[in-house]
């Protein structure tokens, strides 16, 4: 028998794996000198039927290594990924000691940039299942469009969305700027509550502008009254 089940795990022994654990002497979850588990021998290697095996007997798919390295930072190919979100779980925000989420340490190493793209997108979107979003996903930004009043008198409050096509055209000044809030929005940690930031934003400057016109318009009244 392979003598640690560390070894036998990256060289997808499942039966050696499965004496191991059989021992009593081991679990899943325990790692070697560096906090390196079987966990992360399968994932990094892409032992899919290994990780599963894992995962049922009591493994912990976001267990860190000493660095704080999840499996899933270890992961090296889109498919064993995906698995690993979308059917374990895998916690695609956990940070290592560097910061960094897989997502993003995967990136800065740029080996595999389709992967990095996807555990990225994770951050903003949710996992998806077989193609389709899993239940309560989707994007913040319609999550929180969805969750907007429908237009017109709400407790007293008349409600109006402007459409973009009857929004005042903008410079390519503001066009740029708009542009960079935008990006600033997707690339944050909560887009959704960056979102919540923005309306309220909105809100209080075209409250202060319908105070100015009242006024503006009740000085012009005052005046012809007069």
């Known amino acids: 028998m392979v003598s640690n089940i560390w070894v036998a795990a990256a060289d997808n022994q499942i039966d050696v794996v499965q004496q191991h654990l ?127 009043p429908t237009p017109g008198n709400v407790d007293g409050h008349e409600i109006r969305y402007t459409m973009e096509a009857d929004a005042p055209s903008l410079t390519p000044e503001e066009e740029a700027e708009k542009k960079k809030k935008i990006e600033a929005i997707l690339n944050s940690e909560n887009p959704e509550e960056a979102l919540r930031e923005l309306v309220r934003s909105a809100v209080h400057d075209g409250m202060a502008q319908f105070r100015a016109e009242a006024e503006h318009e009740n000085d012009s009244k005052r005046q012809k009254s007069g």
Do not use: C, W
């Open 22 to 148: 059989d021992s009593g002497k081991v679990s899943p979850n325990s790692s070697d000198a560096n906090g390196y588990t079987a966990i992360h021998a399968a994932a990094s290697y892409g032992h899919v039927d290994l990780l599963r095996l894992l995962i049922q007997r009591g493994g912990d798919i976001n267990v860190q290594d000493n660095e704080g390295d999840t499996p899933l930072h270890h992961t090296e190919d889109l498919d064993t990924a995906k698995v690993m979100v979308e059917e374990f779980s895998a916690d695609y925000k956990i940070k290592n000691e560097d910061g960094l989420t897989a997502g993003q340490y995967i990136d800065e190493e740029g080996e595999f940039p389709e992967l990095a793209n996807y555990l990225r997108s994770l951050i903003h979107d949710g996992p998806e299942s077989s193609g389709e979003s899993v239940a309560g996903s989707g994007s913040a930004s319609d999550q929180f469009i969805a969750s907007l």
